[in-house]
């Protein structure tokens, strides 16, 4: 069957058997393999994505299922070379280890923040409460989406200058692939940063 | 990357001004991981890459009858099925284990263990590969289970491996280590002796990531290039090389990021060798990856230790001895992974952190109808059970002397005058300060009131529980005369090259999953030699990039191949040291090192940097007699002993007098592993730890019904904590180095998952003093916690 629907604001329309999840259509399709798979039973949470700004499990939603809405994914959490607040907050609070579990992580923080720009750590606690991590012990996590409530100035998606399509191409030679590998000049924002003892 | 100066949490590093080495800095490694650009195994794709899939046996023990592939080999995607029998062929049917037995890859005879591998589809998709394996008729014999470790010697229990010539019944090992006649007659003469089956059930490390390989067979030059979720590389390739006949030089292992290892990706898998079964048999690239369930129900188990305590003691409660029999649960092929000569691991450190008068521990392996393993999951070789077993002990004793648990463990500590301390078991702790990270502990967590606290709810009825432990690790294996894993030395090896411009490459045989190497090993470089860690590359994980070493488990990287990297550093600095003299015009003994510069003694200003004497090095300055070119060196480094960090922990518990459901409210964990690299890595670690030991103390066990079916098979039964199971970690740290270390650090990885469940149990326990209750076995589930209050608690298995 043909679905369309719109990944990392680009628009994708691919042929592909209606029993494929969404998450192989994003890894195996389309090539954006940050999103991870790391159960079978929907626990885990290392597939989550946004669709129209909800966080899903994209383990559990058909690619079909998908057709039609918009679809957000870690590579387009960066806008134009600029990390999103989430991300910068997860380096600058260890807040990922193995790094399987941070895509995933970062997108409900991402959708968190946009519901509640100033959650509480219980209300970060339970946001996240259906992704396992496996290395952090969740206290830097929380920590990590407190950084980026504080930081809210790093620029949002709103506000984002216009998509860098150099990194990847997708079906159709549609560019994907939003991110930008340039290690950003998080030094400035370091040398604020009040040092946890 | 910007050195963030942090002398509070890095009172060992020295210098008032350190603006590169050791500290806090971000990870080199995330930039890529936050925008989805790490590479794991999964998001590998070579042209014309096949997907395989794996039949596995419904049932726990059987008579493989038949096999048909027909219907299988006839859909229009499968390329081939790969049989027990085929494998025969090929002499791979069977595989060598890291305990020196063997594991069958493909059923050939019988089924052993529920979840084992029966056949191998290779197709087209990953959905074709899976539908093909609904096509395969397979008839079994169904055979009666052996589940119980405590009946596999009895004589009517059916024989697992009957396959072994004159084999007639399940008994692995018997193993022994301390004075028994000395243990016994100090235990004949003890005012108090105290007796307890302490059991450490079956759990899983069960990695975000799964196991899986990407073969790729280049059969024109004879290469075998295979992506593999492996954690020892260099193990993985000498052993390929013995189990499939290629050359070692024809076979190169990469492991790409890993999401996490924590034991499980050690040993070989039928998995990856089934995957380059099917690249030679295809002639194209192999991937297979497994899913969760297969990874919890085939892929290395963790513990499952039945351990019977005693421990002895004066009234006044000073600690005499301890002794134990352990009946240890090996599943269907013994392939623990350890040092060859230590079959039950390093359990006897079950001594912990106490001066005893004697020891005496023996363990006896048994085989069962279950999936293999044992070593796994941050236990540095079986040091969890043993901790598990000596902090649970101590508590029971000081029960029985109505003593307080902190007291009575300051009373017995191994004083830090006494190190090196030899204990009765034949190991030597390198150094210790014991008393005073009880201490810091017990103040961080107001310990004289939390007990006041307790005793206010208790009058009330409330269920409040604080559970202290204070744990001895070892790790760092080790010396090559006493380690070996399958006859490989436990040394690691280190490279080192400063490019002409003064930027550095160092190459180490360890292979980071998720534990920050990338970012600490240059650290320790930048330390050494003054070039920034951004400056630095650390290469890891490609075999034919890195020298030969045994890979990241048992916490072993910081102690020794954290060793290597500061020595191929100093071997550089004083190869730097001949050439400067020569730019300099002088003898290098007349030059002085301060942090990236050989400069002439009493004339700072004449000097050399480091760059400059590598671009002399790669340029035209005449070197001295016998310097060769170039700014580099290696080393193997073989470490003197092991390294033995510690740890004071603290646990508060609330627990639900309706449910049983256990809260923890409070941890407090004190850490001290000597020099501390990156203070911010290593608190993540120990988060990362103590919450594996939130999983195991309350949630966590792979359990077996009657008929051998695992009942842990998913996350929908394996429970792993999520953000909401655990507290925020409060942690300490005092500072105790290494003497023989060259930077004087210690391992840390596995200290919290070692050292907290002892503590969480103990506060459950102690929480449930109203009740009588002096132990009880993990998890303390809330309807296991409910049982042990009306009086019926039970091991777990």
């Known amino acids: 069957m043909q679905i369309s629907m719109t990944v990392n604001g680009t628009d994708v329309t691919s042929e592909i058997e209606p029993r494929v999840l969404l998450v192989h259509y994003i890894r195996e399709v389309l090539g954006l393999t940050g999103t991870h798979w790391g159960c079978d039973t929907s626990n885990c949470g290392t597939c989550v994505v946004l669709m129209d700004g909800q966080p899903v499990k994209s383990c559990t939603v058909l690619a079909a299922m998908a057709a039609g809405h918009d679809i957000r994914t870690v590579e387009g959490l960066a806008t134009g070379g600029t990390l999103d607040p989430v991300q910068q907050g997860f380096m600058e609070e260890h807040g990922l280890q193995c790094g399987f579990c941070t895509p995933g992580m970062m997108l409900t923080a991402r959708a968190l923040l946009d519901k509640n720009p100033h959650p509480d750590d219980a209300e970060v606690r339970q946001a996240i409460s259906g992704q396992i991590c496996r290395c952090t012990g969740y206290a830097?996590?929380?920590?990590?989406?407190?950084?980026?409530?504080?930081?809210?100035?790093?620029?949002?998606?709103?506000?984002?200058?216009?998509?860098?399509?150099?990194?990847?191409?997708?079906?159709?030679?549609?560019?994907?692939?939003?991110?930008?590998?340039?290690?950003?000049?998080?030094?400035a924002e370091i040398e604020d940063t009040e040092v946890k003892a | 990357m910007t050195v963030i100066h942090d002398r509070q949490s890095n009172p060992a590093a020295g210098d008032e001004d350190r603006p590169i080495g050791y500290g806090r800095i971000q990870r080199k490694e995330d930039p890529r991981f936050v925008r989805g650009k790490g590479h794991y195994l999964d998001d590998i794709v070579l042209p014309g890459m096949l997907h395989g899939a794996i039949l596995r046996a419904p049932v726990a023990h059987a008579k493989l009858v038949s096999i048909d592939t027909t219907n299988a080999l006839a859909h229009p995607k499968v390329v081939a099925v790969i049989t027990g029998k085929d494998l025969l062929g090929l002499k791979l049917a069977w595989a060598p284990t890291l305990s020196a037995d063997v594991q069958a890859v493909l059923v050939t005879d019988k089924v052993r263990f529920q979840g084992q591998e029966v056949a191998f589809v290779v197709a087209e998709d990953r959905y074709a590969a899976r539908d093909a394996l609904e096509l395969i008729d397979?008839?079994?014999?169904?055979?009666?289970?052996?589940?119980?470790?405590?009946?596999?010697?009895?004589?009517?229990?059916?024989?697992?491996?009957?396959?072994?010539?004159?084999?007639?019944?399940?008994?692995?090992?018997?193993?022994?280590?301390?004075?028994?006649?000395?243990?016994?007659?100090?235990?004949?003469?003890?005012?108090?002796?105290?007796?307890?089956?302490?059991?450490?059930?079956?759990?899983?490390?069960?990695?975000?990531?799964?196991?899986?390989?990407?073969?790729?067979?280049?059969?024109?030059?004879?290469?075998?290039?295979?992506?593999?979720?492996?954690?020892?590389?260099?193990?993985?390739r000498t052993l390929f090389a013995i189990v499939a006949g290629i050359p070692e030089h024809k076979i190169r292992i990469v492991s790409p990021d890993i999401g996490g290892g924590f034991g499980n990706?050690?040993?070989?898998?039928?998995?990856?060798?089934?995957?380059?079964?099917?690249?030679?048999?295809?002639?194209?690239?192999?991937?297979?990856?497994?899913?969760?369930?297969?990874?919890?129900?085939?892929?290395?188990?963790?513990?499952?230790?039945?351990?019977?305590?005693?421990?002895?003691?004066?009234?006044?409660?000073?600690?005499?001895?301890?002794?134990?029999?352990?009946?240890?649960?090996?599943?269907?092929?013994?392939?623990?992974?350890?040092?060859t000569k230590n079959p039950a691991g390093f359990f006897s450190i079950f001594t912990g952190s106490y001066d005893l008068l004697a020891a005496h521990c023996s363990v006896t392996g048994v085989y069962t109808n279950k999936a293999p393993g044992g070593v796994a999951y941050a236990c540095s070789f079986r040091v969890t059970e043993a901790v598990y077993l000596v902090e649970r002990m101590v508590d029971i004793l000081a029960r029985k002397l109505e003593m307080d648990p902190a007291e009575l463990r300051l009373k017995n500590f191994i004083k830090p005058e006494q190190f090196p301390y030899a204990n009765k078991t034949g190991w030597v702790y390198d150094s210790g300060n014991y008393e005073a990270a009880m201490r810091l502990s017990m103040q961080l967590a107001g310990y004289e009131d939390l007990r006041r606290e307790q005793a206010e709810k208790r009058a009330r009825?409330?269920?409040?529980?604080?559970?202290?432990?204070?744990?001895?690790?070892?790790?760092?294996?080790?010396p090559r005369k006493h380690f070996d894993i399958v006859g490989l030395g436990m040394a690691d090896g280190a490279e080192l090259r400063v490019h002409p411009t003064g930027?550095?490459?160092?190459?180490?045989?360890?292979?980071?999953?998720?534990?920050?190497?990338?970012?600490?090993?240059?650290?320790?470089?930048?330390?050494?030699?003054?070039?920034?860690?951004?400056?630095?590359?650390?290469?890891?994980?490609?075999?034919?990039?890195?020298?030969?070493?045994?890979?990241?488990?048992?916490?072993?990287?910081?102690?020794?191949?954290?060793?290597?990297?500061?020595?191929?550093?100093?071997?550089?600095?004083?190869?730097?040291?001949?050439?400067?003299?020569?730019?300099?015009?002088?003898?290098?003994?007349?030059?002085?090192?301060?942090?990236?510069?050989?400069?002439?003694?009493?004339?700072?200003?004449?000097?050399?940097?480091?760059?400059?004497?590598?671009?002399?090095?790669?340029?035209?300055?005449?070197?001295?007699?016998?310097?060769?070119?170039?700014?580099?060196?290696?080393?193997?480094?073989d470490p003197p002993n092991l390294t033995f960090p510690f740890g004071a922990y603290i646990c508060v518990v609330d627990i639900d007098p309706g449910t049983g459901q256990v809260k923890v409210r409070r941890f407090i964990a004190v850490d001290d592993c000597g020099t501390r690299i990156n203070p911010m890595i290593i608190e993540g670690q120990v988060h990362g730890g103590l919450t594996d030991g939130v999983g195991m103390a309350l949630m966590e066990i792979i359990e077996f019904d009657a008929d051998g079916n695992c009942l842990g098979g998913s996350f929908m039964d394996y429970l792993i904590p999520t953000a909401m199971e655990v507290p925020d970690w409060e942690t300490g740290f005092t500072v105790t180095p290494s003497p023989h270390h060259p930077i004087g650090a210690k391992g840390i990885g596995e200290s919290a998952t070692v050292g907290s469940p002892p503590a969480i149990v103990n506060a459950v326990v102690d929480a449930l003093a109203p009740f009588g209750v002096t132990h009880m076995d993990m998890p303390c589930t809330p309807a296991r916690v409910w049982a042990a209050m009306q009086g019926r608690a039970r091991p777990p298995i």
Not at chain 1, 174 to 186: C, E
Not at chain 2, 298 to 322: C, N, P, V
Not at chain 2, 504 to 521: L, N
Not at chain 2, 560 to 567: E, I, K, P, W
């Open chain 1, 140 to 187: 830097t996590i929380v920590r990590s989406v407190q950084w980026a409530a504080a930081h809210p100035a790093a620029p949002g998606l709103d506000d984002a200058p216009a998509t860098d399509h150099s990194a990847g191409t997708g079906l159709d030679g549609t560019d994907l692939d939003g991110t930008d590998t340039a290690v950003p000049d998080v030094a």
């Open chain 2, 138 to 236: 397979v008839e079994y014999d169904v055979l009666p289970p052996l589940v119980d470790a405590r009946k596999a010697l009895d004589a009517d229990a059916p024989v697992i491996r009957d396959e072994i010539e004159g084999r007639t019944d399940n008994r692995i090992f018997d193993w022994e280590m301390g004075d028994k006649a000395e243990t016994d007659a100090v235990f004949a003469s003890a005012d108090v002796v105290v007796s307890q089956e302490v059991v450490y059930p079956r759990v899983h490390p069960a990695p975000m990531e799964t196991c899986g390989a990407v073969a790729d067979f280049d059969a024109v030059n004879g290469k075998l290039t295979l992506y593999e979720t492996t954690q020892a590389p260099h193990a993985h």
């Open chain 2, 265 to 339: 990706k050690v040993g070989i898998y039928p998995g990856y060798i089934l995957a380059v079964v099917g690249s030679i048999v295809s002639g194209r690239p192999v991937k297979w990856v497994e899913d969760r369930s297969e990874n919890l129900m085939s892929t290395s188990f963790a513990r499952d230790y039945i351990m019977q305590g005693e421990i002895a003691a004066t009234k006044d409660g000073k600690i005499l001895a301890l002794r134990t029999h352990v009946l240890a649960d090996h599943g269907a092929f013994n392939a623990t992974a350890q040092p």
């Open chain 2, 461 to 478: 009825g409330e269920l409040m529980g604080i559970g202290v432990s204070f744990f001895t690790e070892v790790v760092g294996a080790g």
């Open chain 2, 503 to 637: 930027k550095a490459v160092v190459r180490i045989s360890v292979q980071s999953q998720g534990q920050g190497h990338e970012t600490t090993f240059a650290q320790i470089v930048a330390e050494e030699l003054g070039i920034p860690p951004e400056d630095i590359e650390v290469v890891h994980g490609d075999t034919d990039q890195t020298p030969f070493g045994l890979g990241t488990y048992g916490s072993r990287s910081t102690p020794v191949s954290g060793g290597a990297v500061a020595l191929v550093a100093r071997k550089v600095r004083e190869k730097a040291k001949l050439i400067a003299g020569a730019m300099l015009e002088t003898r290098p003994e007349d030059l002085e090192w301060e942090k990236g510069r050989w400069f002439v003694k009493g004339d700072p200003s004449a000097g050399k940097t480091i760059a400059e004497i590598a671009m002399g090095a790669h340029g035209t300055v005449a070197l001295p007699e016998g310097v060769d070119g170039n700014l580099d060196a290696e080393v193997t480094y």
